[in-house]
């Protein structure tokens, strides 16, 4: 049998896994979401399209370096590597993601007062988150705000609807984690813990940012099969 037929069906069956998922995509509304997310859709393209790609050279080069000669085994080769690897990437970490505290160079901003130094460890400040709502209008069907305590449980609990009217959450008492979830970006996490050493050292109202940023990192992570990896990012900065 042709290396090159070889090649092409071991090919063939590399993209075979990817296609479906883009399949699946294409028919839940993920493609939709991702496409009209964003200004430069071509960039999502290009990203499904090189994963698709990288797939084909996978398969092609699994098939040959066995030297399999039935057309029905090469593609059987060609599907197994690029199969492990959706999986892989579909069985990754989904837990939320830290965020770094930047001083700033908004979609809704957490006010607080800071706290004086003690002993070097900077206390949590006691703050109100204030939600925009050009963050959750119309993409907030599973928006939310986590209260975690020192323990890890759950103190409380805010949804956010798609409300017009900008709305006020305030931290309960004994927060060390905020979670972020919604507003198709992936969740994080703001340590309260180490806000001190992000704010300005000054007594009084202290501001943070929270904006969701586009990351094309995400594109291309989905494409590789990361079905949790959603098309936003959240940042935080500490405002002028």
Known sequence: MSR??????????GTAPSLVDKAQALYSGDVEKWL???ANPWISVACAVGAIMVFFVIGA?????YREQQL???????????????AAAQGSSANPKPIEV??????????GVAYAQDGGRSLPPRV????????????CQTC???FLGGDGQIIASEPLSASPAPGAVNVPLGTETILLSGANANSAAIDVRNLGASLPQTQGSVTLDVNVNRSYWNDLSRSFGA????PYDFSVDVAK
Do not use: C, R
Not at 6 to 13: D, E, N, P, R, S
């Open 227 to 230: 079905k949790a990896v959603q």
């Open 4 to 13: 090159v037929v070889i090649a092409a069906v071991g090919g063939f069956g």
């Open 144 to 146: 939310d705000i986590k």
């Open 61 to 65: 080069a699994i098939a040959l370096i």
């Open 72 to 86: 029905q085994k090469a593609l059987l080769l060609g599907i197994g590597a690029p199969a492990l690897i959706m």
């Open 36 to 38: 009209t997310t964003t």
């Open 128 to 139: 109100e988150l204030k939600v925009n709502p050009g963050w959750t209008q119309g993409e």
């Open 102 to 111: 930047k001083p700033s160079a908004s979609l809704f901003s957490i006010v």
